[in-house]
């Protein structure tokens, strides 16, 4: 017990510690689970924009049928574009993976691109979205970018031709100058990038979901069972003095 209080102490200290040295306050997001729609746009993204890299291997796609209300024809026309060794389609109940060579993943960035399922777990909504919203150009890197959160990370801004690419001075007037436009403008990058957040917390423990839903009924079982616990007790003990 001790050695575990131990090290729980020691993880957040050093999690304490990485967050000063970035000097940096996270964003605050908001998480809405059961918004069913920000959570199939949020799929949509990621699948488009961060799977051919980043993995979800804890994660089937048959779960998208009853967490987001998808049919069974729309994930597979619509979220799975991988195919097995003989060429066929990803089977709808396998995990969501992708083809990366690790190789040449290694000669491109530097390390293997981390699997996903869990980084709502590890690092936090918040974390996430001041991550994903921090990007900027810098020509010493080697993909021409950093972020202010995460700095020298070894990830390009894979998300920039929706926002663009800010560059890391302000304007005389505290504004973000951007080094060229992208397809959206800022508040609708805000909202994309929340429900990319919305999808990556829901995939790190899907049976949250279910436990909000049969949590609702086990408040209103308790209750009820309470008052007739009370009434019970009432009746017991009228006679008795």
Not at 4 to 28: D, E, M
Not at 87 to 99: A, D, P, V, Y
Request: aromatic share 12%; charged share 20%; hydrophobic share 40%.
């Amino acid at each position: 017990m001790i050695r575990l209080l131990t090290f729980v102490s020691i993880l957040v200290t050093f999690n304490f510690a990485q967050a000063a040295s970035n000097n940096i306050q996270l964003k605050p997001v908001l998480i809405d689970l059961n918004n069913k729609a920000s959570l199939q746009r949020g799929a949509k993204i990621y699948v488009n924009n961060c799977l051919g890299c980043h993995t979800l291997k804890y994660q089937r796609y048959v779960k998208f049928i009853d967490h987001l209300s998808l049919t069974k024809e729309e994930i597979e026309k619509n979220l799975i574009f991988t195919t097995n060794k003989d060429g066929e389609q990803t089977k709808i109940g396998s995990l969501i993976l992708n083809s990366v060579n690790t190789d040449t993943a290694i000669e491109a960035f530097g390390v293997v691109p981390p699997d996903l399922t869990l980084i709502a777990r590890s690092r936090g909504s918040e974390w996430l979205y001041t991550f994903l919203t921090s990007f900027y150009e810098d020509d010493s890197r080697p993909l021409g970018v950093n972020n202010t959160l995460y700095p020298n990370v070894g990830m390009p801004h894979v998300l920039s031709w929706m926002e663009g690419l800010k560059k890391a001075q302000l304007s005389d007037k505290g504004q973000i100058i951007y080094a060229y436009k992208g397809s959206m403008t800022a508040e609708e990058y805000d909202s994309t990038i929340v429900d990319l957040v919305n999808f990556l917390v829901y995939v790190s423990e899907p049976a949250q979901l279910d436990r909000y839903r049969i949590g609702f009924w086990v408040i209103i079982f308790l209750s009820l069972f309470s008052f007739v616990a009370y009434l019970l007790k009432n009746e017991y003990w009228k006679d008795v003095k």
